[in-house]
């Protein structure tokens, strides 16, 4: 037939050698790209690894200029390094890895990334990579210098030997590609500064081909929360999975396969769904044929289970969102810095996911441009493709003009002086290319990335309509607090008396609970003043949330006597840009007395930090 090879023509091609030839699919589609996605692998791969072993990161990142295009690329990290026989098949071998296998939420997942950083570099420099690794336990480092056979698709190493490294444990890797180095949007600079801002207990310092040190601190000594591994939840498997499943599982009966091999399945559960599938529980799964996995798929989607365990997600966390917008943004002095929204699993497909949102506002952000979306997956910054992101969609699919933005025609990315975090983390996130640039827009996906906008874009306007409140509020107090007593003093000048106490008598005038918080600088030092004063004529007792963009404080206020007060002061030497005021929430008191705070929200906890006797 015209057109079609002969037998002789054929051929096997491995992995390594499809990926050399068509490195596009994994992200290595441009020169700038490049250079980028090789720092984005490396990266990604240390924080997994200090993650999993509860490690404070500290990260070097340097690009030298070897030539004209070719750069030299050197990831070193403070991990638990890497056993000496595996370092071979993990740099040298694609698609070897030790999370491809497990159901749990990580930053690389199919052992490509880093692998095909090094197949593109030996590809377009012809230079090996460098590996230097040591474990704590072991008496020395080891120095490997390695390439990849591509059509054996197994490591070409050259060196290995053992050498004396000045670190307990970590990894280095050095990279020799073809690239082209930029700044701006779309960088390595730009990666890691939104790295820094989603892992605030890492030390990043990066040295670009001029020479440049940026170092982003750390600003939190706690490790991150590791995901765990949790075994596969039936709702989300398909057929040639169930089939490949049933001859390797180690159960001698389905009921068992399905109850040992599945998450939230019972053996109550697993018999139910046999008997539903009219398959013979007692049969060995390595006899199930098509049309009984068909029938058990079946039964499975008509069976009621429990939905997927969070277990196997790692969220970013309330605490390291806000310390990390903090820490980068605080330089854009932001007038209100949101209390970051978590979201509920949900389930795509039988997998669970979640998402969490941040926000800044206000300060010197431009008002006249878009707001920045910061977009994030398995907390791996997202700066490519970002039209084709369910996150940009799900955003441009809001009417922000509801929500006190400037949007042309209800659609399309708002504009404002605003930065939105939103982070999209589960175990198999659905992307829309193996190089994982933008989340697939999936409905479900999209729906709650909604969802979680809007709940923290309301605390926007309660931010605004709060800050229009307090400033009734210090009109009032300043009434009572300030006015009264002149009044009483020039009374007293022109009846030539001494000047009466008006303590009782503004007490009696307020009758409330005033909570307000000042800015002073003692010494050079910025503080924020909480007052709570007491004007009614009773002794209050109640429990406050003082809610700082870097942190909150929990404390009891106890028999506070009529026109008394009690301060508390926390120094604002964190925050090196625009401050956006203090929330405060109470407990323990009739909200009609109080101004200045807000009831406590139903789902929020005191933790009784600290106890204040007046």
Not at 310 to 334: D, K, N
Request: hydrophobic residues 35%; glycine residues 8%.
């Amino acid at each position: 037939m015209p057109g079609r090879a002969k037998k002789e023509e054929y051929k096997q091609v491995s992995v390594s050698e499809f990926f050399e030839k068509n490195r596009h699919i994994l992200g290595f589609d441009s020169a700038q790209k490049s250079l980028f996605m090789i720092v984005k692998e490396a990266v990604d791969n240390s924080l997994d690894a200090c993650e999993e072993r509860a490690i404070l990161p500290e990260i070097k990142v340097s690009v030298d200029r070897v030539k004209d295009d070719i750069f030299r690329i050197t990831v070193e990290d403070n991990g638990p390094g890497i056993e000496r026989t595996v370092v071979p098949r993990v740099f040298g071998q694609l698609l070897y890895g030790s999370r491809f296998h497990v159901l749990r939420q990580t930053r690389g997942q199919q052992g490509l990334g880093i692998t095909a950083s090094i197949l593109y570099g030996q590809s377009t420099s012809g230079e090996p990579c460098i590996i230097t690794t040591k474990r704590r336990e072991d008496e020395v480092a080891f120095h490997f210098v390695l390439g990849i056979d591509v059509r054996s698709n197994k490591a070409d190493l050259k060196v290995e030997e053992p050498i004396i490294w000045d670190r307990e444990s970590g990894t280095s890797i050095t990279i020799t590609a073809k690239g082209r180095y930029v700044t701006g949007k779309q960088s390595i600079m730009e990666y890691l500064k939104e790295v820094a801002v989603v892992n605030p207990n890492a030390r990043i310092q990066f040295t670009d081909p001029d020479g440049k040190t940026v170092t982003f601190e750390r600003s939190i000594n706690e490790p991150a929360k590791p995901s765990r591994p949790t075994k596969p939840h039936p709702y989300g498997i398909e057929l040639g999975e169930l089939l490949s499943l049933s001859q390797f599982t180690e159960s001698t009966d389905i009921v068992k396969m399905l109850a040992t091999e599945f998450s939230r399945v019972s053996e109550n559960s697993a018999t139910e769904i046999v008997q539903k599938a009219g398959v013979d529980p007692g049969m060995n799964p390595k006899d199930l044929t098509k049309e009984q996995a068909e029938s058990l798929m079946k039964a499975i989607g008509e069976t009621k289970l429990m939905p997927p365990t969070g277990e196997s997600l790692s969220p970013i966390s309330e605490q390291f969102i806000r310390l990390g917008m903090l820490a980068v943004y605080g330089e854009e002095r932001p007038s209100f810095f949101g209390k970051p929204v978590s979201g509920k699993v949900r389930i795509y497909k039988g997998n669970p996911f979640s998402v969490e949102v941040g926000m800044v506002y206000g300060g010197d952000l431009p008002s006249d441009q878009p707001v920045r979306i910061v977009r994030y997956a398995n907390k791996v910054p997202l700066l490519f493709q970002p039209g084709s992101c369910a996150i940009t969609q799900a955003i441009s699919d809001i009417d922000w003009r509801q929500l006190g933005f400037d949007q042309k025609q209800g659609k399309g990315v708002p504009y404002g002086p605003a930065i939105i975090l939103v982070h999209v983390h589960g175990p198999r996130l659905p992307y829309i290319s193996e190089s994982k640039e933008a989340i697939a827009p999936i409905e479900e996906i999209m729906d709650e990335i909604k969802n979680v906008i809007r709940i923290e874009v309301r605390q926007l306007r309660k931010f605004n309509s709060r800050a229009e409140r307090n400033k009734k509020i210090g009109e009032k107090f300043n009434l009572v607090s300030v006015v009264v007593p002149e009044i009483a003093k020039k009374a007293s000048e022109i009846l030539s008396k001494e000047i009466p106490d008006c303590t009782m008598v503004i007490t009696r005038i307020a009758n409330v609970v005033f909570v307000r918080e000042d800015i002073i600088n003692e010494n050079g030092v910025k503080i924020s003043r909480s007052s709570v004063v007491n004007y009614t004529m009773d002794k209050i007792s109640m429990n406050l949330k003082i809610v700082f963009p870097f942190g909150e404080k929990d404390m009891e206020i106890r028999d506070l006597e009529p026109s008394k007060s009690y301060i508390f002061d926390q120094e604002l030497s964190r925050i090196t840009g625009g401050y956006s005021g203090a929330e405060y929430y109470f407990t323990g008191i009739n909200p009609v007395y109080v101004q200045g705070a807000e009831e406590l929200p139903a789902d929020w906890n005191l933790k009784g930090v600290e106890t204040v006797e007046e």
